[in-house]
């Protein structure tokens, strides 16, 4: 059983461009989770999703910053017009229904914003 | 409001010797609580968890943590470390069931010295 999947690993961006970070779920897994991990911190929460829906993103920025996970392939944490404070590694969780506190994380992408 | 402490930045050991990680949390009830090891641009990898029941948690690699409610406290120990165990160590809570955010301690930098 694949454990969470993301790419890419590293993603490199210019200011003012977009990057898009993908997440696969363990098989099994309906419940998709994205944190941030800014330099020297802890990972802070950001949104949580079930397939189709946006269970809560109380933790993503108010601008830039959007997530979805459709009904046919992975999730998708978007930022638009990145600067260089976005820079960052997102990681992504998944869980089994019913096990929301039971998260298993991927390897995250690390995001340079040059 | 819900936090993880952990109040060492950067603990340097000698090979062979014991180690105490420390990590403490503030939260309305008994969270779950968790040890992540992140290896340098590497993703999460899970120690060892507790849930419920024995107070005395066994994990990977030779570690170990142990619940004490009363100082709402989760140290993860190791009697006799090895170099390959410098990485960086993140405690992380989250509770009960329903609950989902987990929130993660700073993380506690470890060096071994051979």
């Known amino acids: 059983n694949a454990g969470v999947m993301q790419n890419p690993r590293h993603l490199v961006r210019r200011r003012g461009q977009e990057a898009r970070l993908r997440c696969s779920p363990m098989k099994g897994h309906s419940h998709v989770y994205w944190y941030r991990q800014l330099p020297e911190e802890g990972l802070k929460f950001m949104v949580y999703?079930?397939?189709?829906?946006?269970?809560?993103e109380s933790g993503m920025p108010k601008e830039r910053f959007s997530a979805e996970f459709p009904k046919e392939g992975p999730s998708i944490l978007r930022i638009q017009q990145v600067v260089r404070g976005d820079s960052a590694a997102y990681f992504c969780a998944s869980s089994p229904p019913g096990s929301a506190n039971e998260q298993y994380f991927g390897p995250g992408t690390r995001l340079t914003v040059t | 409001a819900q936090s993880v402490t952990q109040p060492d930045i950067h603990i340097t050991v000698s090979e062979g010797a014991s180690l105490e990680l420390r990590c403490n949390y503030s939260?309305?009830?008994?969270?779950?609580l968790f040890w992540y090891v992140q290896s340098p641009g590497q993703g999460l990898q899970l120690l060892l968890k507790?849930?419920?029941?024995?107070?005395l948690v066994q994990g990977i690699k030779g570690f170990e943590a142990e619940f004490k409610r009363s100082q709402s406290s989760f140290n993860l120990r190791k009697p006799s470390v090895h170099w390959s165990d410098a990485a960086e160590y993140f405690c992380a809570v989250v509770g009960g069931s329903g609950t989902y955010k987990y929130i993660f301690g700073t993380g506690t930098r470890l060096k071994v010295l051979a």
């Open positions: 939260y309305g009830a008994t969270p779950y």
């Open positions: 999703l079930q397939k189709e829906n946006i269970i809560d």
């Open positions: 507790y849930f419920s029941g024995d107070t």
